[in-house]
């Protein structure tokens, strides 16, 4: 735990954006302060991707599917 009494890596609402990684942190739902953990990280991202990947989404018109696959290739980014 920080601090602050929370425990790295897991979600929050509100925290100050010092890092320049905050709006990574915060699309994988992560606090930037303090750091997360590579782990906490790679399982946000895992859990993210699984539920966001355009594959696992049948059904969906053109235009929904590139919206999907717009918004995955940001959480891709956001990991790598």
């Known amino acids: 735990r920080d601090e602050g009494g ?3 890596g897991l979600p ?3 925290a100050p954006r010092q890092a320049a990684d905050a709006d990574d942190y915060a699309l994988l739902g992560l606090c930037a302060e303090p ?3 590579a782990a906490a ?3 946000a991202f895992r859990a993210l991707a699984m539920a ?3 594959d696992q989404q049948p059904g969906l018109s ?3 599917r590139a919206d999907v696959t717009r ?3 940001r959480l891709l980014d956001a990991h790598g």
Do not use: L, Y
Request: hydrophobic fraction near 20%.
């Open 12 to 14: 929050c609402f509100g």
């Open 35 to 37: 750091p997360p953990t």
């Open 71 to 73: 918004r995955f290739r």
């Open 62 to 64: 053109e235009r929904e």
């Open 52 to 54: 966001s990947h355009p």
């Open 41 to 43: 990280v790679g399982a």
């Open 6 to 8: 929370r425990q790295r």
